[in-house]
Each structure stands twice: as structure tokens, then as C-alpha cells.
């Protein structure tokens, strides 16, 4: 079965600041996708950057790029020049079949001016 | 521009109560889904649907039932409402199983 795991419950960046909210996952399969999605108080799920395992090369959205290591099973986000936008739960996720997610359990991130 | 639509919001209902919560996506997605988020969880799959007519159980699906008549409407319901239920609820759809979930704006549901 697949596992994703957030460590980090909570964290804060001042605004303009750099900030990586970890993510590692467990999964038996070979070819699968990850994501990171943003949830603001609005409660709308948001899709903030997507990779998949067999391309090596770490997907990168404007401020947003991860670091994936596959061999480790990590796949950390970081948010570059950090927003008052930026201002969300952050949920990381797997799927083998992009129908069927599996989340972590999230990381609030709070930005400060 | 509508993309999945979720309905109601919000519900309250009183526990042994049944309602169905309605989900539907304008964008001939094949894929649907729906997921349960409850705090320090984050999100379950409870039911997905890989076209009309196909659905399968996910993590949590007791208590839930779905249906899949068309390609557009998948329809979450509540035979018995129980407290364990209160949720907030998002369904979800992708064109295929390799491609973005596109999510509703999710029900919040509280059985008393």
C-alpha cells in the first residue's frame, strides 16, 4: 500500500524568504506521480506542482520547485520568495492512477510580513 | 468555465438521516472521485469511478454509496447519517488515470 508522510505540521516564513516543507512517500509501484497541493481557507484544492517518478529532472512551476529523490522516496517542496498568498495547508500526494490519491496528512504554512 | 461543482456546501443533518451529495464536472472527464477530509487526516478516498456505469470502493468506504449512471454526475450518498460522518467532502475528476485531479470546492457536513 502506499504511505505519505508530512513531518512537518506547521511552519513559518517571513514574506520574500525561501521555505521547504519535506515530504516522503512509500510505494511498491515503478511508475507514479506526485504532487503538492495548496489548500487556503477557502478550502478549494489547488495544484501546485506535479512530477513524475520516471523523469528524473525536478518539475519546477514560477516560485515552486521540488527536490525528488527517488531512491530515498522524498519529495520535498520549496517556495521561493515567499508571498502573503503563499499563506495555506500544503498537502503532498502519490497516485499510481491519478484518480485514486493518497495524501499526507498536510503542513500549514503560515507567511509573515 | 464551471468544472466540478459540488452541492450543497454546507449540511447539517441529524444522525439516521440519508442525503446524497452531489457532485458534477462539465469537462467529459471519465475519472471521478470522492475523498473525505477530516482534521490531522488529510484526504481519503472513500469511492472513484473510471466511467458511467463503473464504480469501485476506496480506503473508507463504509456507510457511503455511489452510482455512475452518466459521464458527468457521481453522486456520494448517506444511508444512515452517523456522527463519524461529520467531514468536509470533495469529489474530484481527471480525464484519465495519468492526468491533474481537478477538485470541487467540497461539502461541509455535520451529523448531530
Known amino acids: 500500500a502506499q504511505t505519505v508522510t508530512q513531518s512537518q505540521p506547521e511552519m513559518s516564513v517571513q514574506e520574500a524568504e525561501t521555505v521547504t516543507l519535506s515530504c516522503t512517500y512509500d510505494t511498491s509501484e515503478s511508475n507514479y506521480y506526485l504532487f503538492w497541493y495548496k489548500q487556503p481557507p477557502s478550502r478549494q484544492m489547488i495544484l501546485v506542482i506535479r512530477q513524475e517518478a520516471y523523469k528524473q529532472q525536478n518539475a519546477t512551476e514560477n516560485r515552486f520547485s521540488v527536490n525528488f529523490q527517488k531512491a530515498a522516496k522524498s519529495f520535498s517542496l520549496k517556495i521561493s520568495d515567499s508571498q502573503l498568498g503563499d499563506t495555506a495547508m500544503y498537502f503532498c500526494a502519490s497516485a499510481y492512477n491519478t484518480d485514486k490519491l493518497i495524501f499526507g496528512t498536510g503542513t500549514r504554512l503560515q507567511v509573515f510580513p | 468555465n464551471a468544472g466540478v461543482t459540488q452541492t450543497p456546501k454546507f449540511q447539517v443533518l441529524k444522525t439516521g438521516q440519508s442525503m446524497t451529495l452531489q457532485c458534477a464536472q462539465d469537462m467529459n472527464h471519465e475519472y471521478m472521485s470522492w475523498y473525505r477530509q477530516d482534521p490531522g487526516m488529510g484526504l481519503r478516498l472513500i469511492h472513484y469511478?473510471?466511467?458511467?456505469?463503473?464504480?469501485d470502493q476506496g480506503e473508507v468506504p463504509n456507510g457511503y454509496n455511489v452510482s455512475r449512471s452518466t459521464t458527468e454526475d457521481f453522486p456520494l450518498r448517506l444511508l444512515s447519517a452517523a456522527p463519524s460522518q461529520t467531514s468536509v467532502y470533495f469529489c474530484a475528476s481527471s480525464i484519465d488515470q495519468n492526468t491533474e485531479a481537478f477538485f470541487g470546492q467540497g461539502t461541509r457536513l455535520t451529523v448531530v
Open positions: 469511478s473510471v466511467g458511467a456505469g463503473i464504480t
